[in-house]
């Protein structure tokens, strides 16, 4: 499906600045690269109290079949019946063939790179608005069929386990502002200009380190979410 290549494509080159996030005493800062987003922000000064005002959400979703570079189901959509823009939004990817197929991986807000080389990558990528959220598998666009569903590196990586898998089963779960206890800090969506200084910083006025951040950005004109991300990809 084209749509399918050409917002795996796009989440490459908008969302490899969805923001690098820097956490100090009286701070949030963003880092962008180029262009201009909406941002939405969150900020918990503590999650030792919460105890249950954090409340489990019944908003999930049965596990989906996904495949990578396949038209029809490299992409999917599942309603969340909201009616609201969730404040976190999880997705579970995991494997259906090889050794771990009990092993979750996480979705992710920015694809690891593009198909222009013929070089493996992975990841499933997400989206989501008030209604629904969506995912993709890489899928060929107009370079290389080199990406999977799920890629953790080949043999040059440490590690006690190596994934690389085309077929998954994905699950949703979100949750709404009524799953949290109040913000310490909320600010309403601003647009901010990539190609501003780096980084920018925003303030929160907490006096510690924040310990929950939500990062929201808005995608262009649309009504679509995508999270920032705690390092560049």
């Given amino acids: 499906m084209e749509v399918t290549k050409r917002f795996y494509h796009f989440m490459v080159s908008l969302l490899v600045c969805v923001l690098c996030v820097i956490l100090s005493l009286d701070k949030v800062s963003p880092s962008y690269i180029t262009g201009g ?3 939405n922000l969150f900020s918990f000064k503590t999650v030792s109290s919460w105890g249950t005002k954090l409340r489990t959400t019944a908003h999930v979703s049965g596990w989906i079949p996904m495949r990578s570079q396949d038209n029809n189901l ?3 959509v599942w309603m969340h019946n909201f009616n609201d823009l969730p404040v976190r939004v999880d997705v579970q990817v995991k494997p259906q ?3 771990d197929t009990d092993y979750v991986f996480p979705g992710i807000a920015a694809a690891q790179r593009d ?13 989501y608005n008030k209604n ?3 995912m993709y598998a890489p899928n060929k666009h107009s370079g290389e069929p080199s990406g999977h569903a799920i890629y953790t590196g080949g043999s040059v990586w ?3 386990k190596q994934q690389c898998s085309s077929n998954v089963l994905t699950r949703v779960r979100v949750w709404g502002e009524q799953h949290f206890p109040n913000p310490d800090f909320k600010m309403n969506w601003t647009l901010k200009r990539m190609g501003e200084a780096s980084p920018r ?3 929160h006025g907490l006096g510690v380190p924040p310990a929950y951040v939500v990062l929201q950005i808005k995608l262009g004109s649309t009504e679509d979410v995508a999270d ?3 390092n560049p990809v």
């Fill in 132 to 134: 629904s959220v969506t």
């Fill in 74 to 76: 490299s992409y999917r």
């Fill in 37 to 39: 987003i909406n941002v």
């Fill in 97 to 99: 063939t090889g050794t």
């Fill in 158 to 160: 440490n590690g006690p």
């Fill in 115 to 127: 198909d222009s080389l013929k070089v493996p990558y992975g990841g499933i990528v997400y989206k």
């Fill in 228 to 230: 920032g991300i705690g």
């Fill in 201 to 203: 910083e925003i303030p």
